[in-house]
């Protein structure tokens, strides 16, 4: 169901233009980290051909390469290898899973922080190694007070195709905002380890509604901050906004109550305390 919103009202369009241009913003400030996230694949259900399930983050931490996303995403490849596409290829990584504890049904698929680090232990192709984000580019303290705007990046298996034994995945950008606090409280969900953002049944597209698509797929992609580019229209934004990744995607909930759906994302910190846990030292000393 849209929202009920009157697109008619002047207060409204002038909301939507500032809500736009600052979205438009959010896109060009998160375009530096955009080479990080790359399409995850497995060969599933005896099929011989791989098949994209979902998505990561590359990060670099000293000569160490991760691939961040969601646990429940790496559940089906299995320990010690994962397929990433990442240009023109698609690479065979072999390395080490960190991730957080499974839930009472022995899988990821009730696990709340469902969060997962996958430690490349071989060469790392240069591809890979290149688009890795720098620790300087993550919320290592994820922020949680004015609600700014954010970009979520990944790529939708429904976007994604096989065909002659040829795989093509796209990468897309959705912007969104944080809910107010009740938000939060209805879904259950604290704020100080999970984000929430707004993703309605239907988005606004060249004013007329039309049905929002679907996300999966889109389970460990990055959902980038981009610190100083604030939702509320009337505040004042920094001049150059400072985008950093801060949660991992996990799932999309649907509306409780008289609330919103919201895309839901681990923060970053659950992963980088995988990496402290089992790799004690690391950050520290590439803090210096």
Not at 97 to 126: C, K, Q, T, W, Y
Request: hydrophobic fraction near 40%; charged fraction near 25%.
């Amino acid at each position: 169901m849209k929202p009920a919103i009157d697109l008619t009202d002047p207060a409204v369009q002038a909301f939507i233009h500032v809500y736009r241009q600052r979205c438009e913003r959010a896109f060009q400030a998160a375009t530096p980290l955009e080479e990080s996230v790359c399409p995850i694949y497995a060969i599933v259900d005896g099929d011989r051909l791989p098949t994209h399930i979902g998505s990561c983050v590359i990060l670099s931490i000293g000569d160490h390469v991760f691939l961040l996303s969601a646990a429940h995403v790496f559940e089906p490849i299995g320990q010690f290898a994962v397929l990433v596409g990442k240009g023109q290829q698609l690479h065979s990584l072999v390395g080490d899973r960190f991730s957080s504890a499974r839930g009472p049904s022995n899988s990821h698929s009730d696990d709340n922080i469902d969060a997962a680090v996958f430690h490349i232990l071989e060469d790392v192709p240069p591809e890979i190694r290149s688009a890795a984000l720098p620790l300087s580019s993550i919320d290592l303290f994820p922020f949680a007070g004015e609600h700014e705007v954010h970009v979520v990046i990944g790529y939708r298996t429904s976007a994604s195709t096989r065909l002659r034994r040829e795989l093509k995945s796209k990468r897309e950008k959705y912007p969104s905002c944080e809910p107010e606090e009740e938000e939060y409280l209805r879904h259950s969900i604290r704020r100080d380890t999970h984000l929430a953002l707004t993703f309605e049944n239907e988005v606004l597209t060249h004013g007329r509604w039309q049905s929002a698509p679907s996300l999966h797929g889109l389970s460990g992609g990055a959902i980038i901050r981009v610190g100083g580019l604030f939702k509320d229209p009337k505040k004042d934004c920094a001049s150059v906004p400072a985008p950093c990744l801060t949660a991992i995607v996990t799932e999309r909930r649907p509306k409780k109550n008289e609330g919103f759906p919201v895309l839901v994302g681990s923060r970053i910190w659950f992963h980088i305390g995988l990496i402290e846990r089992y790799l004690p030292g690391l950050i520290k000393e590439s803090l210096g």
